[in-house]
Structures are given as structure tokens and as C-alpha cells.
T-cell receptor, first 112, second 113 residues
Framework: KQEVTQIPAALSVPEGENLVLNCSFTDSAIYNLQWFRQDPGKGLTSLLLIQSSQREQTSGRLNASLDKSSGRSTLYIAASQPGDSATYLCAVPTGANSKLTFGKGITLSVRP | DTEVTQTPKHLVMGMTNKKSLKCEQHMGHRAMYWYKQKAKKPPELMFVYSYEKLSINESVPSRFSPECPNSSLLNLHLHALQPEDSALYLC????????????FGQGTRLTVV
């Protein structure tokens, strides 16, 4: 059974810091991994989808990496801003139906 | 356009009411999903429609009834809900059900009184 873990559950950093959010998964036979952002009481915004054949995917200040063999993905945020404060979730499709298995998320607070 | 639109944004309903949540996408996606999310928890899958046919029902109580009238629309009919059903209900869509990027709507905040 696929399990997705995100540690720590919460993170607080000063503005301008570069930071890394971690995501680990137990079954390395994945097709892709998706990172989402969720603001309080809002829906999920897709940030990056990284295919199993890729090692990295970039969008603006965000960079996601994937290491299938070690069951890990990281989301790198460069020059963090208060507007980056949100919960970040990673998810992988699991099983024959590709049901998304989510981590519990990391709540990020960027202090001005 | 990568938008999934959900209406209403907020809904308060009594336990004897009947209401519906609506979801719409115009990305040509053929898979649509309903998720339920409680505070500080990740989304939990409820239903999946693939090519307008119900593909997955995650043992959801019958007081929740999904409907997919066409490839762009997804409804969730609610009847005789309980206070513990209060949650954020999220709709999502993807190109197909298998291993493609999921796009979520902004959700409907449901309160059952």
C-alpha cells in the first residue's frame, strides 16, 4: 500500500530564504508525482507535475525533483516571499485506478 | 484555461434539506472527481467519473449522489446530511483517469446544521 509522508508538518522561515519541502513515498513504482499548493479554505492549485522519467521540473521560483529509487521528491522554493505562505501537498497516483494518494501537507509560513 | 469552477462557494443546509453542488470544466477533460476535505487533513476521494460513467465510488453513503450530465459538468446531490458531513468539497478534473495532471476547483464550504 502506497504511503506518502511529508515532514515536518509545519515550517516557518524569514522572507528571502531558499527552502526545501520534502515528500517521501513507499512504493517507487509511480508514473508521476504532483505538487499542490492550498491556501486556507481554498482549493488545490497544481504547481508542478513531474513524470517518472524526469529528474526535475521547474516553474518560476519553484523546482521539483524526483528520485524514484529512493522514494523521494523535493520542492525547492527560491527567495521565499510572504505570499508563498500556504500548505503544500504532494500526491502520487496509486493502483490500477490511479487514485491520488496525498501526503498530509506542510504548512509554510514566510515571515516578513 | 485550466479552470475548474465550483458553485456555490458556501452552502449552509439543514439535515432535511436537498441541495446540489455543481462543477464545470472546459478543458476537454474526460475524468472528473469529487473529494471531501476536513480541516487540516488531505483530500479524500469520494467519486470518479471517467467518460461520463461512474468509475469509482469510495463506499460513500447514499445521502451523497453524484451525477455527470455531460463531459463538462459534474454534480453532487445532497440529501439528509449529518453535521459530520460539514467539510470542504472539492471537484477536480484530469485529461483521463490514468496518471494525468489533476486540476482542482476552489471548493464548496458546506455546513450542515
Amino acid at each position: 500500500k502506497q504511503e506518502v509522508t511529508q515532514i515536518p508538518a509545519a515550517l516557518s522561515v524569514p522572507e528571502g530564504e531558499n527552502l526545501v519541502l520534502n515528500c517521501s513515498f513507499t512504493d517507487s513504482a509511480i508514473y508521476n508525482l504532483q505538487w499542490f499548493r492550498q491556501d486556507p479554505g481554498k482549493g488545490l492549485t497544481s504547481l508542478l507535475l513531474i513524470q517518472s522519467s524526469q529528474r526535475e521540473q521547474t516553474s518560476g521560483r519553484l523546482n521539483a525533483s524526483l528520485d524514484k529509487s529512493s522514494g523521494r521528491s523535493t520542492l525547492y522554493i527560491a527567495a521565499s516571499q510572504p505570499g508563498d505562505s500556504a500548505t503544500y501537498l504532494c500526491a502520487v497516483p496509486t493502483g490500477a485506478n490511479s487514485k491520488l494518494t496525498f501526503g498530509k501537507g506542510i504548512t509554510l509560513s514566510v515571515r516578513p | 484555461d485550466t479552470e475548474v469552477t465550483q458553485t456555490p462557494k458556501h452552502l449552509v443546509m439543514g439535515m432535511t434539506n436537498k441541495k446540489s453542488l455543481k462543477c464545470e470544466q472546459h478543458m476537454g477533460h474526460r475524468a472528473m472527481y469529487w473529494y471531501k476535505q476536513k480541516a487540516k487533513k488531505p483530500p479524500e476521494l469520494m467519486f470518479v467519473y471517467s467518460y461520463e460513467k461512474l468509475s469509482i465510488n469510495e463506499s460513500v453513503p447514499s445521502r451523497f449522489s453524484p451525477e455527470c450530465p455531460n463531459s463538462s459538468l459534474l454534480n453532487l446531490h445532497l440529501h439528509a446530511l449529518q453535521p459530520e458531513d460539514s467539510a470542504l468539497y472539492l471537484c477536480a478534473s484530469s485529461h483521463t483517469q490514468l496518471n494525468t495532471e489533476a486540476f482542482f476547483g476552489q471548493g464548496t464550504r458546506l455546513t450542515v446544521v
